[in-house]
């Protein structure tokens, strides 16, 4: 798909980036974030399902293409909806769900939408090496450098440089004065152990648009750094250590 150049508006002297309809392009590597909803579509194809999420919790409703589109889109506000594509590869059941941002500036009834984050979901669970070959549009940076945290339920991934354009699909505060870039984060169900390594589990990644200075500075406490599990200086570490195992004690009895 040939794509053209984002237009650029003056605005309160500083030059801001303003996506139109039909001139969309990707942000990033990815090939999705930034994207409107039909120039995904055209690209994937029409989804095999929608889903909208209850709240902030992770409960969805979903619901066949024909039904969303002729009933229940006009019930929720716009971007609720979510475009699945599931696949089955290696075994592995892949979904990739993508959620999309509207622009309310152009004052339509119905706002053009934009591919803010993709989730990609894992059943089974897959081990954290295996990720790149069932995700053909993840190409995780391989440099012992690139930033990389965890907490106990992630590994948080950056990769690239920032993209000024990004900030439209970005709702933080103050974003016009961040950079924001290509992030990759690996969620684990059960945790992520005290010792990270390549057959650790992951149950879902999502391809999303993070600011390195907020990892750094505003959540420090809970962003630890850590060593880039697709760099070569991880993968030659020395596995795990065994968990020792801990004898039944044995009770003593006075004769």
């Known amino acids: ?9 003056l605005c309160s002297a500083e030059v801001f980036f303003w996506p139109s309809a039909g001139a969309a392009k990707p942000y990033f590597e990815d090939g999705y974030l930034g994207l409107t909803q039909e120039e995904l579509r055209q690209t994937l ?27 229940f889109k006009n019930l929720v506000s716009p971007g609720n909806g979510e475009d699945v594509y599931t696949y089955f590869r290696n075994g592995i059941q892949v979904r990739y769900s993508f959620t999309y941002i509207p622009d309310l500036r152009e004052g339509k009834n119905i706002p053009t ?29 391989t440099e012992q450098s690139a930033p990389t945290f965890r907490s106990n339920l992630w590994v948080l991934l950056f990769k690239g440089q920032p993209s000024p354009e990004a900030d ?14 290509l992030a990759y984060q690996m969620f684990a169900i059960n945790g992520i152990p005290n010792i990270l390594s390549v057959d650790t589990p ?14 750094r500075t505003q959540q420090r406490l809970t962003h630890e750094p850590t060593l880039n599990p697709y760099s070569p200086e991880f993968q030659k570490r020395l596995p795990a250590p065994s968990p020792p195992i801990k004898s039944v004690p044995q009770p003593h009895y006075e004769d």
């Open 1 to 9: 798909m040939a794509f053209v150049a984002l237009a650029t508006a």
């Open 45 to 71: 194809g029409i989804p095999m399902a929608v889903r909208s999420r209850k709240a902030a919790l992770r409960v969805f409703s979903y619901y066949t293409f024909p039904d969303w589109e002729k009933y």
């Open 113 to 141: 939408l934009y591919v803010q984050r993709c989730e990609v979901e894992f059943s089974p669970s897959v081990p954290i090496e295996k990720i790149p070959s069932l995700v053909p549009e993840f190409v995780p940076p």
């Open 168 to 181: 439209f699909i970005v709702k933080e505060q103050g974003k016009e004065k961040l950079t924001w870039s």
């Open 202 to 215: 992951i149950d879902r990644l999502e391809i999303t648009t993070q600011s390195l200075q907020i990892v």
